[in-house]
């Protein structure tokens, strides 16, 4: 089994439309939770960094951290189809390591 | 630039020659990783190199690969006698220093094709 679990997808959705992206973990000491967003033939570009559980809010972009759960999600509101990317989660243990360990990335496209 | 920069952008190369990947990370950060990208799979760690300190190569898949960072700025990813399972994007990230506490920025990654 991996530490990170993504579905790969594709997931395909409307304009406009509430996207739900989704990881498991299964290492409990995880306390850092990253979301990337990466296009075709370009980097991961950072969208959000969380620690701990909870709900961080950017724009249209809402990380949720359960830990009790070890299911984190990003949600995206009012979806473009600028949004047509790859989402990465990564997610790493406390202060003094340095490893992020990724999903697979699931593939979102946003239809016009 | 602002951000990490990495060269060239596409590499091809036949199988058993030797190829060299270059970063250049964002101004200022400290700490500098390597990863390894594969269709289908996650992002693998490689190396990591934090300031003047012995860097963490544990993630390195064979003696085939060796990376260096010189006066703690631009790193060099080496490949010797590359196979076909080299085949990868090679992305490199930087960040303000070490540890989990300072996200990692990415470059756009060298593509990688081994004949």
């Known amino acids: 089994q991996k530490e990170v679990e993504q579905d790969p997808g594709p997931l395909s959705v409307p304009e406009g439309a509430i996207v739900s992206l989704n990881c498991t973990y299964s290492n409990s000491a995880f306390q850092y939770f990253m979301w990337y967003r990466q296009y075709s033939r370009k980097g991961p570009e950072l969208l959000m960094y969380t620690y701990s559980s909870g709900n961080k809010e950017d724009g249209r972009f809402t990380a949720q951290v359960d830990k009790s759960s070890k299911y984190i999600s990003l949600f995206i509101r009012d979806s473009q189809p600028s949004d047509s990317a790859t989402y990465l989660c990564?997610?790493?243990?406390?202060?003094?390591?340095?490893?992020?360990?990724f999903g697979t990335g699931t593939r979102l496209k946003v239809l016009a | 630039g602002a951000g990490v920069s990495q060269s060239p952008s596409n590499k091809v190369t036949e199988k058993g020659k030797d190829v060299e990947l270059r970063c250049d990370p964002i101004?200022?950060?400290?700490?500098l990783y390597w990863y390894r990208q594969s269709l289908g799979q996650g992002l693998e760690f490689l190396i990591y190199?934090?300031?003047?300190?012995?860097?963490?190569k544990s993630g390195l898949p064979s003696d085939r690969f060796s990376a260096e960072r010189t006066g703690g700025s631009v790193s060099t990813l080496t490949i010797q006698r590359t196979q076909q399972e080299d085949s990868a994007v090679y992305l490199c990230a930087s960040s303000l220093k070490g540890g989990t506490e300072q996200p990692q920025h990415f470059g756009d990654g060298t593509r990688l094709s081994i004949l």
């Open positions: 190199f934090q300031g003047n300190s012995a860097p963490d």
């Open positions: 990564a997610m790493a243990t406390t202060s003094g390591t340095y490893k992020y360990i």
């Open positions: 101004s200022g950060h400290t700490a």
